[in-house]
C-alpha cells in the first residue's frame, strides 16, 4: 500500500509563504506525476500544480508566478512553495501521486493525501 503525508499548512497573513510538504510512503516502484490541488468550501476540487518525474510543470493561472512546486524523486517527495499568498488561496490543499507502479511492470495507480489546511486571512 502507498500513502501519501502531506505537512506545512497553516494560518497565515496575507502577502505571507508558506511551504507544503507531500512525503509518500510504500512500496513505490515508480511515481509518473505528483502534485497539489486544493478545494474551498463550496468549491470543486481544482489543480493548483503538478510536476512529472522528468520534471515538466503545469500551474493554475491563479498561481503562476506566485507558487512553485519541486520534487525530490529520490525521497518521492514533493513541495510547494507558496508565496504572496491571498485569501482566495484559503483552500485545505491536496498531494496526489499519480501513476504509481509498485513493480516495473505493474499498473501505476493514483494516490491522495488527507489534505492540510492553508488559511490566509489578517
Known amino acids: 500500500q502507498v500513502q501519501l503525508v502531506e505537512s506545512g499548512g497553516g494560518l497565515v497573513q496575507p502577502g505571507g509563504s508558506l511551504r507544503l510538504s507531500c512525503a509518500a510512503s510504500?512500496?513505490?516502484?515508480?511515481?509518473?506525476?505528483m502534485g497539489w490541488h486544493r478545494q474551498a468550501p463550496g468549491q470543486q476540487r481544482e489543480l493548483v500544480a503538478n510536476?512529472?518525474?522528468?520534471?515538466?510543470?503545469n500551474y493554475a493561472d491563479s498561481v503562476k508566478g506566485r507558487f512553485t512546486i519541486s520534487r525530490d524523486n529520490a525521497k518521492n517527495t514533493a513541495y510547494l512553495q507558496m508565496n504572496s499568498l491571498k485569501p482566495e488561496d484559503t483552500a485545505v490543499y491536496y498531494c496526489v501521486a499519480v501513476g504509481v507502479k509498485q513493480r516495473p511492470l505493474s499498473r501505476g495507480y493514483d494516490y491522495w493525501g488527507q489534505g492540510t489546511q492553508v488559511t490566509v486571512s489578517s
Open positions: 510504500g512500496s513505490i516502484f515508480r511515481i509518473n506525476a
Open positions: 510536476m512529472t518525474s522528468g520534471g515538466s510543470t
